[in-house]
């Protein structure tokens, strides 16, 4: 009809006009579902008259966000650093390991079995023997943060660097590369989106590993402040601190999709 | 031990041609470039003995491209994965002009049924990729690498990433790195089986244009018998159960060599007289021959 | 579901005459409730949830009903662990348990929310918040704390009264480094030195110390005037008002249940590690529950109980409670009144004789040595 009514608009305009209605919806239709969503706990909370403290409208933990921001900045940060060394540790350990697993047989036949079995501990269960281990500073939460984290990037990691394809390696091999060589040429370059999409989830894995460790103990940190929180059944206050670890963790696991979608367009194919 | 001779009874009715004679093999076979001397290969499996090539006894002139056809099955991979030192030979022995091959070389091209380019360097950095490799000046090769891809047609695409290319255009690169370190023997395993027929007929077409300007010693392993007569100076019929070489055949054909040579009836003589090796080959009895 | 006879009233002088004489048979009980005679027939289904993982302090209910006094009263309760006193009012609050056994700070800072339950019956008179020190720890006073990492459980009942306490003995609470510590930890803490100090409630940590052999000394806020009660029987407010007998049934099958553990420590002891015999599978076990349950025992003599008859509550004390909490306990709280939040309409109607608080007195004579600095 459109086409019919105005002949100017050209079949690449058309496109255009298509892939940008096509992302408004991909944008528009969960943003649509989200505030209706609000809508419904805004309008359900008043109309049933549900105490605040059992649950709160998303006003009542908007106000709280806006009127305690700074208290909420204040205990965000140790939680974000402590996320983010978390998760660079688990990263280079997690690769490191890999390397490893990957370069030798008999490495991997000695220690691949015992990663899997390593992996199968109810880690959570595990979080308070951190702080017998580590003390109660930092370390016991980044080092917990590393441990929940770094195995989906060994595993991404040894996908990676065993997926290449055989005639490319026996490419190598043909070259007379090292297996050095190989691995740094070939291998690893090729892991890079697996490593990435092992980084998605160590991301939200490193975030949950340091709230954990602060339920466990701490002196700052938004797992700190949940916790105050629920002692004063101040519920509107923990899910405005939710809310700010929420949207970091948005954030962080946003950043690390992006970089994926990036090396994946370097780097080859998507892990599937 | 078998010879691996033209039987006189499959010959066709005009065996005055020249090229239909057997080929024989030069009596001091030192002085030969490349020389597979009763060369086999056995897998050991769980049921016992596998034979993947039976016995390949043949040597190659330099400068001669040589094309081996059979059905899939017949070992002709890995025949050429014994040229290229990538897998030990059972039995027998491979020179390549006198010294004896058991390892992969510097000086071999190899060119895979995949492209296998590394989709995070630009099509040059891939055609440089085994100077690299192999530690070598990097600005010694690079004239020569722009050299490649612009006989191969690829002179706007050499920023490129292998993922903006077609297949056909993918393995054109891989042809180029093929080449690239100038080597004493290039092989080719089945390179253009995994392209569109049409693609095909380019690659051939890309390959004998190369081949009028740039003499190379080469293997090329392929199921195709007109790909296989079109590109070669030579072609070795193998068939499978039991793995044998069954025919080694000169071609007439000169160079530079143009497509129209397939229309010829010489040509299609020739490929209906191969088939024939090859249909023969399935009616074999299983069993040493 | 309300069907109480028309001008029903619960023969107090008849309770309290069984109690005296000591016949506390639950067959009698059940003939003594009209309550129950109108439900003999179809048992109702009552939930209850305790403030914690069953302990020495909290266990009394379970007894109750392995003993069938809330059965014999027509009652199938189903008794749930909780996850913390405040968290354990807001499920009675919210209807997802019909009676709770929560300790005084988790109600008293849920109304300062605006989320009211009803007290329905006292059973504990002293929180037994306070510091635990190490026994050869440096600090003698509670000024000694300054400069000083204080462990915490900051979703334990006491967390959110240190800094009342810290305001009543006049020690400056940004002068104090607080390290919170998950409940399992707390005292592996301050074993391990790694706080100086720790906030607890005495029947949770003391018992575990002791069966650690670990000694400890105890700075006891109630001595600074921080006297908050501690067990209470809540249920919600329109239970109340709409159906007073099947309350004041509960009630009594709950004090019942009480007066059995009171009465019978060891065997009460005994009835809970048959049936979690987990209790008694780790060190030290039977020995920490069966001192927790003395700790809290002792807590439940009190002057409202043996003048007024068991689960009174001073509601002048309470009123004091809701200040406290009000101006230290909470940010931002809403005021609101003891009547809010207790009544002693359902108390009172049994009582305990003078031997048998003597008999009290005696079983936890030794657990006093515990509660001091």
Redesign the interface.
Known sequence: MEVAANPALSNAALARRREMLLTLRRIGLPVAAAALFLLVWEAGTRWANI????LPPPSAVLDRLVRNFPLLMTHAWPTIWQSLAGFAIATVLGIVLASLLSASTLIRETLYPNVVFFQLIPKIAL??LF??WF??GPEARLSFSVFVSFFPVVIATLAGLDNVERDLLRLCRALTASSWQTFVSVRLPHAVPYIFSGMKIASTFAIIGVIVG??????VGLG?LI??A??????ALILAAICVLCVFGLAFYGVVAVAEKWTIRIFGDAPR | MNEPRLPEKTAPADSAVPWLHPRPIAPDRNQAYLSLRHARKVYQTRSGDVEAVGLADFDIEAGEFVSILGPSGCGKSTLLSMVGGLEPVTEGEIFLEGTRVNAPRRDFGYIFQDPTLLPWKTVLDNVLFPIHTQKRQVADYEAEAHRLLEMVGLADFKAKRPRELSGGMRQRVALCRGLINDPKLLLMDEPFSALDAISRDDMNLALVRLWDKYHKTALFVTHSIREAVFLADRVLVMTARPSRIVADLKLPFARPRDVTVQETPEFNRICAWLREQIQAGYGRPAGPG | MSIVPPGFTRPASAGRRRVLVGTAAAGAAAMLSPYANVHAQTPRKVSISLPWVVNGSNFWPVIGRERGFFKSRGFDVDIQRGF?S??AT?AV??GKFDFGFVFTPGIV??A????MVQAVATVGYDSLMGVAIPEDSPIKRPADLEGRTV?MV???AE??FFNAWLDRVKVDPKKI??????S??IE??LI?K??DAITCIGTSSLPLFQSLGYDTRFMSWAQNGLDFYSGQVITRPEMVEKDAGFVQAMVEAFIESLIFTLRNPEEAVEIITKLQPEIAAVKGGRENFALAQAIAQSTMVAEEAIKNGMGWADMKKLQSMIDLTLKF???DGKPYTVEQIATNRFAGKIRLSAAEWDGVRKNTAGVRRLLTT
């Open positions: 105490p605040e403290v059992l979080a308070p702080v017998v003390g109660l602060e339920f466990i103990t701490s002196r700190y916790l105050f629920s002692a004063q059944a101040e519920t | 913390g405040i968290a807001q609050a919210n800072i849920n300062a929310r605006g989320l462990g900051l979703t334990s967390a959110p480094v607080r390290q919170a510590m998950d399992q930890l592996r803490s391990n790694q706080v306990g909470v940010t």
